[in-house]
């Protein structure tokens, strides 16, 4: 992959936390119907998503997870006249491990004309916060909720990965069960909230931690008794993120290709017996179906 030299506009984006946001207002009348055509590809019950919804990207580390979120935010942040939505997203980074310049590796790749200007526009749509640990990611939650009444296009959050402080908060907890999951079901609960309430699409990431074991029979769940997929599934996060997730979808490595970027995705509604499946490469210039 050829390096790209970073933009000498870019060191304001990478660290904007949500003290810095920029008040943007747009109709929301506008944004009830802007986002169907995020990526059909990736929703087994009506081709789309729609506010309410909330997606988990589930799969070992390496499946091409954060490439695909790259390509929903690119997605969303670019103007209607490159082919985006135009609106605005959220990205809570747990893992550190957001790209500033890939991503505007991946702007400049989609856009006819990527100006410097036009790439500020599209950054300008994007706020990034970080988080190191469960307790900071719900007081910012709660501190974020003003937020989405000021910014009527601000229609997306993406946590990467909500599943970051599993072991940490495990650890933490000791012997009691209820301490160690405490915030972790405090952040779904409250993020249920502001989905609801605010008419929002959750997307967030889960890694698989949980290996499969020889004596695993019980506390593995497969997947084709819930949607037809063959595709094996070991909850591990606390009840109430699993009953507020609609659409899951689970990312795997293709084996039998010898490009070590070409990846598979099962994607299933939770609540109805809908699949699709579908497989993606990544190139220089993102997610390519």
């Known amino acids: 992959m050829a390096v790209t030299k970073e933009p000498s506009f870019l060191s304001s984006y990478k660290i904007a936390t949500f003290p ?13 119907h802007s986002l169907k055509n995020i990526e059909p590809c ?76 036009i790439i500020k526009q599209c950054l300008g749509r994007l706020f990034l916060v970080n988080c190191n640990s469960s307790t900071q990611l719900l007081l910012t939650l709660y501190s974020l909720e003003n937020k989405f009444c ?23 907890g000791g012997e009691s069960f209820n301490i160690q999951e405490m915030n972790l079901k405090r952040c779904a609960e409250f993020l249920e909230k502001l989905v609801r309430e605010h008419h929002l699409a959750l997307f967030a990431t889960t890694q698989t931690i949980m290996q499969k074991s020889s004596n695993s029979t019980e506390s593995s769940i497969p997947l084709k008794l819930h949607c037809e997929a063959d595709v094996e599934y070991r909850p591990y996060l606390c009840k109430s993120w699993q009953q507020m997730v609609t659409h899951r979808i689970f990312f795997s490595k293709q084996c039998n290709f010898s490009s070590s970027k070409a990846f598979s995705i099962v994607s299933c509604h939770t609540k109805k017996k809908h699949v699709i499946k579908c497989s993606f490469s990544v190139a220089e210039c993102g997610v390519q179906f």
């Open 150 to 172: 000021a910014h009527p296009s601000l229609c997306i959050v993406i946590l990467d990965s909500i599943s970051a402080f599993y072991w940490i908060d495990r650890s933490n």
């Open 20 to 32: 810095y946001f920029k008040e943007i207002h747009s109709c929301s009348s506008f944004i009830c």
């Open 42 to 117: 990736l929703f087994a019950d009506e081709g789309f998503p729609i506010h309410g919804v909330v997606v988990e990207f589930h799969g070992p580390e390496g499946t091409g997870k954060t490439e695909m979120l790259y390509h929903l935010i690119a997605r969303c942040v670019l103007p209607k006249s490159g082919g985006g939505l135009e609106v605005e997203v959220m990205f809570i980074d747990t893992d550190y491990h957001f790209d500033m310049l890939r991503l505007v590796t991946i702007l400049e790749h989609r856009l006819s004309e990527s100006t410097e200007e």
